[in-house]
């Protein structure tokens, strides 16, 4: 008989580990989740800072996915904030590489990074040979992916830079979401600026593909890119709210935000074409389809 597969998922308890738990369970793995607050049956206590972790379960992984990092958007961007938003990245990448040459059945490993990693002062369609940014966030996915590739040598890995990702459990939709409901939704800063996003549903299944066909190197995880104000105006269609307001003035979100104002002001358009060109096959590559799915549900 077959073994069963087993996945181990860094930071499962979030938004896509959630998600991606449930794909993995209906496909028939097994899978456990490192959480520094293992609370269920199927976390295993870990602390990425500390390196400590219960070392009996390493060697039964198949596949391990890291999805670990202190929340991009939730806090301000303090001096000590930026440096919790590296470190819970880096040195929990960095630890897993460590972990991942006691895992003699290790196949695969799949990194999580993020889109905002290109050079914003060029007005193009970003690809994923293309340079990194000097801002914050660029530096911080460059450092991210330089700890993924701690992993060449041990086991086939892919590095996926993902959008915005779309679903109606948390994340940036239940942010936009919010002053639609209540009837104040308008457009951010020039609401011209383009947003890449993706479908939870569609990241699952890339997560999936990359696993099944082995892929390797990095990928752009993007359905689409859309401005800021067909985003925000259809999410206000399908919550059956107005949309009338003019938009929120750029300088009102700096000073409100501070730096990380620039995850709603900044312009990225970002290609998809390489993962496409593997044979992946969008479910939802249109807005309208993937917000139509996730108002119906
Ligand atoms: N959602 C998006 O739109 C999006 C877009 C681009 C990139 N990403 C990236 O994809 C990954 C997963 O996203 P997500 O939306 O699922 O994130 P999430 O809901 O914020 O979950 C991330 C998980 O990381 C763990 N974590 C939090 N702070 C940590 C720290 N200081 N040190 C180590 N682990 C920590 C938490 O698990 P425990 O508390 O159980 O330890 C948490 O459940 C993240 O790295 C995120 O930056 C997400």
Redesign the pocket.
């Known amino acids: 008989m077959e073994e069963t597969k087993t996945v181990l998922i ?9 998600q991606l738990t449930k794909v993995f369970k209906e496909r028939g793995y097994l899978v456990y ?6 609370h269920a049956a199927d ?1 295993i206590q ?1 602390d ?2 500390t390196k400590q972790v219960d070392e009996k379960y390493l060697s039964r992984i198949h596949v391990l996915i ?7 958007g ?1 806090k301000n961007w303090t001096a000590s904030r930026k440096r ?1 938003l590296i ?3 880096v ?2 990448t960095e630890f897993l590489s460590e972990l991942a040459t006691k895992m003699p059945n290790l196949a695969y490993y799949v990194g ?5 990693c290109y050079d914003l002062t060029q007005d193009k369609v970003f690809h994923e040979s293309d340079e990194y940014g000097t801002d914050f966030l660029s530096t911080l996915v460059r450092d991210w992916e330089n700890a993924s590739d701690h992993f060449d040598g041990i086991c086939p890995y892919m590095k996926l ?5 779309l ?1 109606n459990r ?3 939709m239940t942010a936009m979401k919010r002053p639609v409901f209540f009837g104040l939704g308008s457009p951010l800063g020039s609401g011209n600026q383009y947003h890449p996003w993706i479908h939870i549903e569609d990241l699952c299944r890339m997560i999936v593909f990359g696993i099944d066909h082995q892929l390797e190197g990095t990928y752009n995880a993007v359905a689409d890119c859309d401005t800021n104000r067909t985003m925000m105006k259809g999410i206000a269609k399908y919550m059956q709210r107005p949309f009338f307001l003019p938009p929120v003035p750029s300088g009102i979100l700096k000073f409100i935000l501070g730096e990380r104002s620039m995850l709603v002001l900044s312009n990225l358009r970002v290609s998809n074409d390489k993962i496409k060109n593997a044979g992946f096959d969008f479910k939802f590559d249109k807005l309208n389809k993937a917000l139509k799915d996730l108002f119906s549900k």
Do not use: C, F, T, Y
């Open positions: 860094a930071g499962g308890s979030g938004l896509i580990g959630k989740k490192l959480s520094r607050n293992a976390h870990w990425p800072k890291n999805l670990a990092g202190a929340n991009i939730d919790e470190d819970s990245r040195q929990s999580a990074s993020g889109v905002n830079r993902i959008a915005m990702v679903s948390g994340g940036s």
